[in-house]
């Protein structure tokens, strides 16, 4: 259903564009009160070789009736103007044909998505991980790190230690709850989702910023940063955790 | 010096052991790192006057080769890497966040000349002067100054809701990221960042070095006319000036037009002198008649000319005139037309002429498939003419690509849509005038429908995706206003109740100040504000009129900062050149048709006003992948950002200077500097004053990019028209590195696709820019 929506988007966009596209070209088989007086935007058709294969009209020419019947005459079908008319534009009808079905498509496609957002919950709720466990592993092992930070004997084990765990965590708990994106939007709604981020997303840069001491060999500033990214990730989970109950 | 903020965090007494050494890589350098009082080293001095320097020199260098070549370079990878070798090689102390500072503050004075070289040489291909001494230059100056500022002040309450909640990719930015990161990544990544380095670089030398020339000699020309090298023309007129030094001679027409020119140079010089009396202006219009009179010979390459006069009255050696720069041929260094892989022969059976398809410049040999910056796919599959299917040789694309991963696919399909049916269609249709071949239909309809359709798109698709945004805005807003309470999340340093963003109060002053210094720069420019507007204002009193001008210009900056922004860190494609195009109709609009000079301020205004816009957010993704504090980016970017456009402008004015007396024109064809982006906005200038835009289009096609954000992705109008508007060439390349992270990451799971992807692409996209800059710089220096 979805990529039958998604089909149609594209088509419809299209349909869309090349409705567009006529809005400054009118046909020449238009009655001539409503084509004469009007500017080219562009050359218009072409003479023969034997004439030079030049165009018949040049850019800023006006349509007059005898230019218009030349141009008919060599079998122009549209010539491209300066002006816009309503009455003048042929393809209205595929543009708006092209708007009703992207519009159709979206909403297709909006209730496919809370479809499959529900559906990943009904999932999670039989077991399957979540965001929830995203955030709680990530929590769990910068706690963890934390408690094993003081029993490591030297600094450079240390540094080593918050390096290796927290690069896991970045490509592990915290690439996952990023990517639950859609189902936290479906759940949380765009306002609570950006409350999460907000408080996740600090707590992150403090996992990144930790990272980055640890590298440079400044110990002091990588674990206040990791105390600081424990504190606003059990933040985030408490957040996630009242929305969830909600 | 150390400027770290006061609430950097700073450890209990003695916490700093000796040397920690980071991972495999720091050292044992991890005092080093830190600030004698123990703080982690992020806001230094050396950090301060590295970005300066790096980003003046840059922004220099840049202005020129952007002003001759077309196309500017962002400096944040080349910063990044130079930052490693200044401040941790060189100096053997910088921090990852010292070298982000630095790499910030270097792009925030480089970013600007973007803006202003698509737009101020306008003026001057217009005819208008500027120079130190004219009021205009300053206000222009004044403009472009407060537009960055508004730029970074309009786009800082957006970080949170672009980087923490709608978590834009920002695929340069992420590169810079992981350069920054690779001193702790491990050897391996690093290896792998190098591995991509040098793969870029060996895949764009080809395509970069022609631009390397050397004078040919006489005898190479038939061979490099038959490599496509030089055009025929080329060959002719330098076996032209090798028989002039042969003979020491050249034709007394030329002579007399070398005479004329600097007869003509000296009595503007006098006519433009203070107290210059009227009958001096006269005698500039008498020598540019009898230059006129000349006939033939006044067509003939000014420089070139003039050297011959030179020569010929003994003031130069012949020999002299054996220079590329005044029309002697060059011979490039090898590129990847040298392979000469053509298409097949093809001939007509009348006349056992190649056919159009095989020969379409008439030149009497297939033409080349591969250049040496395209590879010409459809043409070997045989696709019609009309379809458009080459790929460009940039791995900075690829890399970007990969980067941006499955989204990029939308940017690939608005490219396919528009190049390979809607541009085909049209042309089947006869929809184009018949004089249009099919191989120049992608020209054709990208001035004539798609760009104004694809502009339409991005800004409907914006205007979808910032309503799509509303309470991710509220929330970023509400934080910010938390921030200004001193209540934000603990930043960097800060621990809770530590503030990450600069607050509303400091943005309201800056942005209320560049905001006067705009009004002001608006009524005074041009005719100034006694002048009676055309446009739509007319009838207002004209200082009202102005300033309301001016504080349009501030909202559609605000709007186009977005826009280019969400562009930005999408795609890593930056639209700039189109929303410089709606400003300037948009302003020409409001007053009228004739004040071309304050159009062209607003439009450099909002130029550089975006492009800050979208290099403070990208430094602000790299600062969030590195764990920097927003607010440290945020104002170290604030304090610099107005360096850019004085050395921007200073640099166009000496080169306008310069060409002046070397040529009789300050910048444009028939000189060293031809800037292509500004005679595209000049063309544009001209079609609204000829009343060629076609409003109703970008009605349109806004309608159709609003629509399409209804769906799943509010972005998606942005994504479709942005790419109805690049070339073709570009969005293939980088359609191709979307395909490959996909592939990727199915064979070999996403996680890994990410963690050596990265570092890799990272590496294509910073070998490219650096040996883009390397190549520039020797083109420059060789003059």
């Known amino acids: 259903m979805k990529l039958g929506a998604y089909l149609l988007i594209t088509i419809c966009l299209v349909v869309g564009v090349v409705g567009a596209l006529t809005a400054y070209l009118p046909r020449l088989d238009l009655p001539d009160e409503r084509l004469i007086g009007l500017t080219l935007n562009d050359v218009a058709g072409k003479r023969p070789a034997a004439q030079g294969g030049g165009p018949i009209a040049s850019k800023n020419d006006t349509i007059t009736a005898p230019l218009l019947a030349e141009l008919r005459a060599a079998g122009v079908g549209r010539v491209r103007v300066k002006e816009f008319g309503f009455d003048r534009w042929s393809g209205w009808w ?36 979540g965001p929830e466990e995203a955030l709680s592993s990530v929590l769990r092992e910068v706690a963890a790190l934390r408690q094993r930070l003081g029993t490591l004997p030297d600094e450079q084990t240390r540094l080593r230690a918050i390096i290796e765990t927290l690069g896991a965590a970045q490509q592990g708990g915290i690439a996952s709850f990023v990517a639950a994106r859609p189902v936290l939007l479906g759940r949380l709604g765009m306002s ?3 409350r999460l981020m907000d408080v996740f997303s600090a707590a992150e840069r403090q996992v990144n910023r930790a990272w980055s001491a640890a590298a440079d060999g400044v110990e002091a500033e990588a674990t206040a940063c990791l105390e600081r990214a424990e504190t606003l990730l059990g933040e985030a989970g408490a957040k996630l955790s009242s929305a969830a109950s909600r | 010096m150390s400027t770290s903020s006061p609430e950097g965090s700073r450890p209990a007494e003695g916490s700093v052991q000796s040397g920690g050494q980071a991972g495999s890589k720091s050292g044992g350098r991890g005092r080093s790192r830190a600030t004698a009082s123990g703080a982690y080293r992020e806001v230094t001095l050396s950090a301060i006057v590295f970005g300066i320097v790096v980003g003046a020199v840059m922004n220099a260098a840049i202005t020129y080769a952007g002003l001759k070549i077309g196309f500017t370079i962002v400096g944040s990878a080349i910063a990044a890497v130079l930052g490693f070798g200044v401040l941790r090689g060189l100096l053997r102390r910088g921090s990852i966040l010292e070298t982000n500072i630095g790499q910030t503050i270097a792009s925030a004075v480089n970013t600007t000349n973007a803006g202003v070289i698509f737009t101020v040489p306008v003026l001057l291909l217009l005819g208008h002067s500027l120079g130190f001494g004219d009021r205009d230059f300053w206000l222009i100056t004044l403009a472009c100054v407060a537009g960055a500022l508004l730029g970074c002040v309009f786009i800082v309450p957006l970080r949170k809701q672009m980087l923490d909640i709608d978590r834009l990719r920002f695929p340069s930015a992420t590169a810079v990221g992981a350069i920054l990161k690779s001193p702790g990544a491990g050897a391996k ?16 030398l080809p395509a970069g070095l022609p631009a390397i020339k050397t004078t040919a000699g006489v005898d190479d020309l038939d061979g490099l006319v038959e490599r496509e090298r030089i055009t025929p023309a080329d060959a002719d007129r330098t076996r032209m000036i090798a028989g002039w030094i042969e003979a020491r001679e050249a034709p007394p027409e030329i002579v007399e037009r070398g005479r004329l020119e600097l007869a003509l140079r000296e009595a503007r010089d006098a006519a433009e ?10 005698l500039v219009e008498e020598i540019k008649g009898r230059i006129t009179e000349l006939g033939v010979a006044a067509s003939a390459h000014v420089p070139l000319s003039v050297a011959a006069y030179e020569a010929s009255e003994g003031l130069r050696e012949w020999s002299s005139l054996r220079s590329m720069s005044l029309g002697w041929a060059g011979r490039p260094m090898w590129g ?13 059976a009348e006349t056992n002429r190649l056919t159009v398809r095989v020969d379409r410049d008439g030149n009497g040999r297939p033409d080349l498939v591969v250049t040496d910056d395209q590879v010409d796919v459809g043409r070997v599959l045989g696709l019609p003419d009309e379809m458009a299917l080459a790929f460009a040789i940039a791995p900075f694309a690829l890399g970007a690509g990969y980067l941006t991963g499955r989204a990029g696919l939308m940017v690939l399909a608005g490219g396919v849509l528009a190049y390979l049916v809607l541009n085909p269609l049209a042309f089947r249709l006869g929809w184009m005038p018949a004089t249009v071949r099919a191989d120049a239909v992608g020209g054709y309809a990208l001035s004539a429908f798609n760009r104004p359709l694809g502009i339409g798109l991005l800004l409907g698709g914006a205007m979808m995706g910032i309503v799509a945004s509303l309470p991710a805005i509220r929330e970023a807003l509400r934080g910010i206003a938390r921030a200004g309470r001193g209540t934000g999340r603990g930043g960097g340093g800060g621990g809770r109740g530590g503030r990450d963003e600069l607050g509303f109060a ?15 720069a608006s009524e005074f420019s041009g005719a100034g504000g006694t002048t009676e507007m055309t446009g739509w204002l007319a009838g207002l009193d004209p200082w009202v009129a102005r300033a309301i001008i001016a504080l349009v210009a501030a909202g559609w900056i605000w709007f186009a900062g977005i826009i280019i922004a969400q562009c930005t860190g999408m795609t890593d494609w930056s639209p700039i050149s189109g929303m410089a195009l709606l400003t300037v109709v948009l302003v020409m609009m409001l007053a009228g048709k004739g004040d071309v000079v304050s159009a062209v301020m607003l439009g450099a205004a909002l130029c550089v006003a975006i492009s800050c816009a979208s290099d403070m957010m990208a430094d602000l993704k790299t600062g969030y992948i590195v764990g920097s504090l927003p607010r440290r980016q945020q104002m170290v970017e604030i304090a610099t950002v107005a360096i850019g456009p004085l050395i921007t402008m200073a640099t166009i004015v000496l080169i306008a200077g310069v060409n002046m007396k070397q040529s009789g024109i300050p910048i444009g064809p028939g000189t060293e500097t031809v800037a292509p982006q500004a005679q595209a906005l000049e063309a544009v200038i001209r079609g609204v004053q000829g009343g060629e835009m076609p409003y109703m289009l970008y009605g349109l096609g806004a309608a159709l990019g609003a629509l399409l954000g209804l769906g799943a992705f509010s972005g998606l109008g942005v994504l479709v028209g942005l790419s109805m508007y690049l070339p073709i060439v570009y969005i293939l390349t980088y359609g191709l590195g979307c395909v490959v992270n996909m592939l990727v990451a199915k064979i070999k799971g996403r996680a890994w ?21 390397g190549i520039n710089s020797i083109v420059l220096l060789r003059g």
């Open chain 2, 506 to 520: 400091p943005l309201l002053v800056i942005g209320g100040v560049a905001l006067v210094v705009l009004i002001l």
């Open chain 2, 336 to 348: 990847y037309k040298d392979l000469g892989i053509r298409m097949g022969e093809e001939r007509d």
């Open chain 2, 753 to 773: 696709a990410e963690e050596w992807g990265v570092p890799f692409c990272a590496g294509l996209i910073v070998g490219e820019a650096l040996l883009a800059l």
């Open chain 1, 192 to 194: 609570g989702f950006a």
């Open chain 2, 189 to 204: 990544k690093s290896i792998v960042l190098a591995v991509g380095i040098v793969v870029s670089v060996l895949l764009y």
């Open chain 1, 94 to 129: 595929m543009f708006l044909l092209g708007c009703l079905g992207l519009g159709g498509g979206a909403v297709v496609v909006k209730r496919e998505i809370r479809r499959e957002i529900a559906a990943s919950g009904q999932a999670r709720a039989e077991g399957g991980a």
């Open chain 2, 273 to 282: 002198a203070e107290g210059a009396p009227e009958s001096a202006g006269a």
